[in-house]
């Protein structure tokens, strides 16, 4: 079992930053792969961002290439994504997810956290 707890999200004008974090307890594996997702009213969950526990691999929604980036710290079981240049398309429920497949499926959830971008 994987508790993911988010935070870091909030209110910011366009153009600016943040700093999201996922600290994970309980059962971690090397093989494990951590991501951002995001939901904004109406649409569909799509993936963020993605990032292999053990390893260098790195994958970005193209909207967010070149803006966010996804890093980890493996001592202290945390994930992160530092979001800059923000939009208001941006605005969503960002959520951490940890699976052992990188399609993440049957991956546990964080609670979520909201990012709003104000234009």
């Known amino acids: 079992q994987v508790q993911l707890v988010e935070s870091g999200g909030g209110l910011v004008q366009a153009g600016g930053s943040l700093r999201l974090s996922c600290a994970a307890s309980?059962?971690?594996?090397?093989?494990?792969?951590r991501g951002w997702f995001r939901q904004a009213p109406g649409k569909e969950r799509e993936l963020v961002a993605s990032?292999?526990?053990?390893?260098?691999?790195?994958l970005y929604l193209d909207s967010v290439k070149g803006r966010f980036t996804i890093s980890r710290d493996n001592a202290k079981n945390t994930v992160y994504l530092e979001m800059n240049r923000l939009k208001p398309e941006d605005t969503a429920v960002y959520y951490c997810?940890?699976?052992?497949?990188?399609?993440?499926?049957?991956?546990?959830w964080g609670q979520g956290t909201q990012v709003t971008v104000s234009s």
């Open positions: 997810a940890a699976s052992r497949n990188d399609r993440y499926v049957n991956a546990y």
């Open positions: 990032i292999q526990w053990s390893g260098f691999n790195t």
């Open positions: 309980g059962r971690t594996f090397a093989g494990d792969y």
